[in-house]
């Protein structure tokens, strides 16, 4: 602006200068927060780029304190028109090397599954917090849920993999956010981080360690420069994930959302599409081991055990306490991540010989109930409700008893 411009402006103008310094892109130490805001700053921390999102109760939080945090430590944030295209926004710039990140509720998750299955098919790193409410439809916006557990899986169409962590807490939000991004960019996937209202609106402490000491997983680029050997953007490793090159960075580039060969070019063969929907279910079934995250409290010689995740494990909690005061032999197995479903050790539990009966509640009628009735012909005792409210620890301990 010259000086006879500056002249012409009213008194009451204001020029907005842009930041010289920015804002520190880690807040370390101790801080109370909600588990959204917790959600927030870990994908700061985690090195978020680009955020794209629509606003919607519960997860509108998240958007709001990104609006202000992102831009202000060197990101981009961008309130889209609806959640269509900002599931669309954040593919896109993950293809060009950002790390991105969306936010939504139940109604907004549908609306992104068709571009959830376009991530899968083009492998484009990318993160999802969905923080769960009371539906179908719009429901209960205001209330908690957990129904969005099989939509998480099995929501888009056909086979791919994805892993879906649950917190239980504010510090987790923070916590598995960061592994989230790095999950995402280590595999080449979607990764969702199913948070629900509880968890979500929930108020506590959440420590934020230095930002030296958090874990950062760099994407795995080509091994070879642009103009070396022809670059294949399909070719995977022995580990099954292609490295990536992102636009930009003089690769020759081709996705496509239809079966590709390993150039990405379209190549429209029964044989090479099933050698490739393998490979995008198998790079995440072979490492399961490696993703699979649950704790485990008094499961050592239960014969009842709690299996529960998010907002309904803290009430398990409760009730395997008091079950414990009262004699009964009860563990619970909390669930951290549900996708992939950590059979592996429930397998492992049922072959100890203890195990009599599981316990499984949670905030649908009965979603993840049917993974561990898949796992075993011993009784699965259900404590479901649609939604709108958690399961208090009596009505769990209850179920124990019976």
């Known amino acids: 602006m010259n000086e006879q411009e500056a002249k012409a402006m009213p008194e009451s103008a204001t020029v907005m200068h842009p930041k010289v310094d920015l804002e520190p892109r880690v807040l370390t130490g101790s801080h109370f927060m909600l588990g959204d805001h917790a959600c927030a700053e870990g994908a700061l921390a985690a090195g978020l780029d680009f955020f794209a999102g629509y606003p919607i109760t519960p997860s509108t939080e998240i958007a709001e304190h990104l609006a202000t945090r992102l831009p202000d430590s060197g990101g981009r944030f961008v309130q889209m028109e609806d959640e269509l295209a900002s599931m669309a926004a954040i593919i896109g710039a993950s293809a060009a090397g950002a790390r991105t990140l969306t936010a ?21 790193p990318c993160v999802v917090a969905n923080v769960m409410r009371a539906s179908p439809s719009t429901g209960l916006p205001t209330m908690v849920g957990q129904s969005d557990i099989l939509q998480a899986r099995w929501g888009s169409h056909g086979d791919y993999g994805i892993i879906a962590y649950c917190p239980s807490s504010p510090q987790e939000c923070f916590d598995l956010t960061v592994e989230a991004f790095n999950a995402a960019d280590k595999y080449r996937v979607p990764v969702f981080i199913l948070m629900d209202e509880i968890v979500g609106h929930m108020l506590e402490r959440v420590i934020i360690p230095p930002a030296e000491e958090i874990p950062f997983f760099k994407r795995k680029g080509p091994h070879h420069p642009p ?23 003089g690769y020759k580039v081709h996705m496509t959302g239809l079966t590709h060969d390993e150039r990405g070019y379209p190549a429209m063969f029964a044989d090479t599409h099933d050698v490739l929907v393998n490979r995008l279910v198998d790079k995440i079934r072979l490492h399961a081991a490696d993703i699979v995250r649950f704790e485990e409290y008094e499961c050592e010689d239960a014969d009842t055990v709690v299996i529960a995740f998010g907002c309904t494990a803290r009430s398990a909690r409760s009730a395997v306490r008091q079950a414990r005061r009262e004699g009964l032999k009860v563990g619970l197995l909390r669930l951290v991540t549900v996708w992939p479903f950590p059979e592996s050790r429930i397998r492992q539990l049922i072959e100890l010989g203890n195990v009599k009966r599981f316990v499984v509640p949670e905030i649908n009628l009965g979603q993840l109930r049917r993974e561990v009735e898949r796992l075993t012909s011993l009784p699965v005792l259900r404590l479901n409700h649609a939604g709108g409210k958690m399961p208090t620890p009596d009505a769990i301990l209850e179920l124990i008893r019976s």
């Open 227 to 249: 103009d070396g050997a022809p670059y294949l953007s399909y070719k995977p490793d022995d580990d099954l994930v292609p490295p990536i090159a992102h636009a930009g960075e």
């Open 104 to 124: 939504t509720s139940g109604p907004g998750f549908s609306l992104m599954m068709e571009n959830i299955g376009l991530a899968a098919m083009l492998e484009i």
